[in-house]
């Protein structure tokens, strides 16, 4: 027996598919529903289902979308794609992600049922011939490259056992003990950048370019197989197979021709990578320790001395990630100044926390990752806890920062801090809509503020920022209110506060100019004298006591 998951926005067409599905004959128990490409995800993680039929033009997540996450998270889910809009675009995405059919509305009983026995055949001979790996018919005609990319991620994870995988190992080539093996990571720095620019948006067709690019160069001294990480969007994985030679050899041609790969990459696409080399084994299960080192090598790059391409062998000791807790000890003066509407404030408090990487002279390219993946944490945290709500944030990290508009491409330290900045922009722009929806708008909280924050740099930006509302309608408001400009009030609490300490004789004008946010003992003087009509020095002498 079978589960279905009907993933359709227009409830019409779901009910339409529940009455015309001949389900019991076709041996379906269940059949669910969601109402958009987000709830279907989430069903997929609760459920068993065996079959996800899917509408391509859905809010929130469209087919598309949802069938390239599917084709990487559940690349066993038989699906069927049903659209009314006969586009060239989806059909490509379509084919690309092994759909069992292709359904155009308004869907009939007898296409349908076509669609639904071609996924129930296909299920049956799984369950039936579920030990046989290999039979192509069951796989739905899966090729000998993705079955070997299957067999190597089963290493790199350590999966998969030799004494019951010898067939599968046989694929590789793992049964001739001449064939060495090296594990090669790379990392494209603007994927991004070049997705848009050059491949239009298609990810596939960028992975394909650069599997095309290595295997071709690398194979001049290596049998070369590479293919995209599923779990990393820039991270291409290579495998290169050698027979016989000394390791040291081995190492040195697989840098020289990453090298060229490198050189290669960028003058033909602009694509800029880091790559690492693992080292070299005779045996496969072993694949995965050179992987794991090339992935060291690559998080190893120092990202203040990255100029281009650079490619790098084995690391004499793993990168050591240095403890983050300058970042945490920043978080709650970063959260104070978001609490308060001011955004540009927190922002130089992250360009503090940026400049500590410049004086500590090495920032490697994997503690940039840890600390933009804390980042994404601890201000998902602090958001929820300012009441946003949590469909709101970043479901997936690198994902979904793309999918709010942000790019995650970095190849120096400016454009790591331009990364963190537009993140704290994006986080900083939820809390203030959450705060502006929680708590109405009271022209009183500005002139709060001022009383409290008058030896601060005040703008009226902040207040706009924060209120969602225009600078013009907030300085009419204010003056209806307090017959003061906002700039005028400012001045207004900070002359009287300037008689008040004036009024101290333990206190220098120069401190006295500090303690009330002037730039120096110069620039008080002019405005008190502009105010009053007098000098500081003045005023405290007496000549101007009693006056305004």
Not at 154 to 167: D, F, H, P
Not at 195 to 215: C, G, P, T, Y
Not at 306 to 335: C, E, H, T, W, Y
Not at 468 to 485: A, C, D, N, P
């Amino acid at each position: 027996m079978y589960k279905v998951l009907i993933i359709d926005d227009e409830e019409p067409l779901r009910e339409a598919i529940r009455i015309l599905g001949d389900w019991k004959g076709l041996g379906v128990e269940e059949v669910l529903e969601a109402t958009d490409g987000r709830i279907g995800l989430e069903m997929l993680a609760a459920h068993k289902v065996d079959l996800a039929m899917i509408d391509m033009k859905m809010p929130e997540m469209n087919g598309m979308e949802l069938l390239q996450i599917i084709e990487r998270d559940y690349p066993d889910l038989l699906t069927i794609v049903i659209s009314g809009y006969n586009d060239f675009d989806y059909t490509r995405q379509a084919i690309r992600s092994k759909v069992v059919d292709y359904l155009l509305k308004p869907v009939n009983r007898t296409d349908l049922n076509s669609s639904l026995r071609k996924a129930i055949d296909v299920l049956d001979a799984k369950r039936k011939k579920e030990s046989e790996f290999i039979n192509r018919n069951i796989t739905l005609n899966m090729s000998l490259p993705r079955l070997r990319e299957k067999v190597y991620l089963s290493l790199i994870e350590r999966s998969i056992k030799s004494q019951s995988n010898e067939a599968f190992l046989a694929l590789i080539g793992a049964d001739d003990p001449d064939n060495r093996f090296t594990a090669v990571a790379m990392r494209v720095l603007n994927l991004e950048e070049i997705r848009k620019s050059r491949f239009h948006e298609d990810i596939d067709l960028l992975h394909f370019a650069l599997a095309n690019v290595i295997n071709e160069i690398a194979g001049d001294h290596f049998g070369a197989f590479s293919f995209a990480s599923p779990k990393r969007e820039r991270e291409m994985i290579s495998i290169l197979t050698i027979q016989g030679g000394y390791p040291e050899d081995i190492a040195n041609r697989a840098i020289r021709q990453m090298n060229k790969v490198a050189v290669t990459l960028h003058d033909l696409f602009g694509i800029l990578v880091t790559i690492g080399v693992g080292p070299s084994c005779t045996d496969a299960l072993e694949i995965a320790s050179s992987y794991e080192s090339a992935k060291a090598a690559v998080n190893g790059i120092d990202l203040l001395k990255l100029k281009g391409a650079a490619v790098r062998g084995i690391p004499d000791k793993p990168a050591a990630f240095r403890d983050n807790q300058s970042l945490m000890s920043r978080l709650p003066r970063m959260r104070s100044a978001l609490e308060s509407g001011s955004v540009q404030n927190a922002k130089s408090i992250l360009s503090e926390y940026v400049n500590h990487w410049k004086s500590s002279e090495r920032l490697s390219i994997g503690e940039a990752d840890r600390t933009i993946h804390e980042f994404v944490i601890l201000l998902s945290d602090m958001a929820l806890e300012l009441g946003v709500a949590s469909e709101q944030l970043p479901v997936r990290e690198e994902q979904g920062l793309r999918l709010v508009g942000l790019s995650t491409d970095f190849a120096s330290l400016e454009q790591f801090e331009q990364l963190l900045q537009g993140i704290l922009d994006y986080y900083s722009g939820l809390i203030r809509k959450s705060q502006t929806a929680n708590q109405p708008f009271a022209i009183e909280d500005i002139k709060t503020y001022i009383d409290n924050h008058y030896f601060e740099d005040i703008k009226i930006s902040m207040f706009a920022d924060k209120y969602f509302l225009s600078r013009e309608y907030l300085m009419k408001l204010f003056k209806q209110q307090f017959s003061f400009g906002i700039h005028e009030y400012v001045q207004k609490v900070r002359m009287d506060k300037a008689k008040g300490l004036l009024d101290d004789p333990s206190l220098k004008i120069q401190d006295i100019s500090e303690m009330l946010g002037y730039k120096d003992k110069n620039y008080f003087s002019k405005a008190f004298r502009n105010y009053y009509a007098m000098s500081p020095s003045e005023y405290r002498a007496g000549s101007g006591r009693g006056k305004k």
